[in-house]
């Protein structure tokens, strides 16, 4: 999920006008991490997205969860968990409401105009959904004419405004109520995470996957630009996860594949 659809690629991402001390020697002299309460990981999210978030804090779990309560365990801190509008989320970290955001955010430059962005931990496509009995759409280029969902500020809003030639492009405050829409006919089609889509027609069916949309965005927990010392820990423990095989088993419990080498081997770290 994301505002604008600049996509930061694969291995050596670059973070492109970001603030703070990132030229303080690759985060050597970071200080010590900045936390809202002490031993405590204040988390800031936007549930439910399955299977990214499922459920609501304080009954929360999904891949995002997953990794961030073990980041926090590596770190020996506790995690706590907030639910808030994922497009006041960005700005609500920056202003220190939460130490850190996970919620299935895509890395981008405009993003990184207000946080910092960890290492990335996820790579997503986006996927074009329809309802089952519909035979009309099989790709974006049917999209013309037509109401296209989506959820407010996500990189799948942007393409439909952007790469589409869609009548009306509707934003919906959650992910479920763009595919919810899609089932109630309430929109011609939804554009959307893919393994957000893929959960969808698993678990709830009505909908089916037309097009897989290749994007590459990678994922990132986000904090605010001064905290440097917290992004150099979070990415030290997204680090041993990832030599340890935890986000392989992440990868292989929550989508069934191995986690690809722009996760394994991407950093948003200067180079």
């Given at each position: ?11 050596g991402l ?109 790579e ?98 986000a ?12 990415n ?21 594949t ?14």
């Amino acid at each position: 999920m994301v505002l604008g659809f600049a996509l930061v690629l694969v291995a050596g991402l670059i973070a492109a006008g970001c603030g703070g001390d990132d030229d303080d020697d690759n985060g050597a002299d970071a200080g010590e991490p900045q936390l809202i309460t002490e031993g405590t990981l204040t988390v800031g999210t936007d549930a439910p997205f399955p299977p990214f978030e499922i459920g609501r804090p304080p009954d929360i779990t999904g891949y995002d969860i997953e990794v961030m309560n073990a980041v926090a365990e590596d770190l020996d801190l506790t995690t706590e968990y907030q639910d808030t509008s994922f497009d006041t989320i960005f700005r609500d970290v920056a202003q220190g409401r939460f130490d850190i955001v996970a919620a299935a955010s895509t890395i981008t430059p405009g993003r990184e105009r207000t946080v910092d962005f960890s290492d990335p931990y996820y790579e997503a496509q986006q996927a074009l959904v329809v309802t089952e009995d519909n035979n009309e759409i099989a790709s974006v280029d049917d999209l013309g004419g037509a109401t296209v969902g989506a959820q407010d500020a996500t990189t799948g809003e942007t393409y439909a405004n952007d790469e589409t030639d869609a009548s009306e492009v509707r934003g919906f405050p959650e992910g479920p109520d763009a595919i919810a829409a899609v089932r109630s006919g309430q929109v011609d089609a939804a554009i959307i995470d893919q393994p957000v889509a893929v959960d969808a027609e698993e678990q709830q069916g009505g909908i089916k996957i037309v097009e897989e949309i290749q994007t590459d965005e990678l994922y990132g927990f986000a904090m605010a630009q001064d905290n440097d010392g917290l992004r150099e820990d979070v990415n030290n423990a997204l680090q041993d996860l990832k030599d340890d095989g935890t986000i392989a088993d992440l990868y292989e419990k929550y989508f069934k594949t191995e986690p690809p080498e722009s996760v394994l081997e991407g950093t948003t770290e200067p180079q």
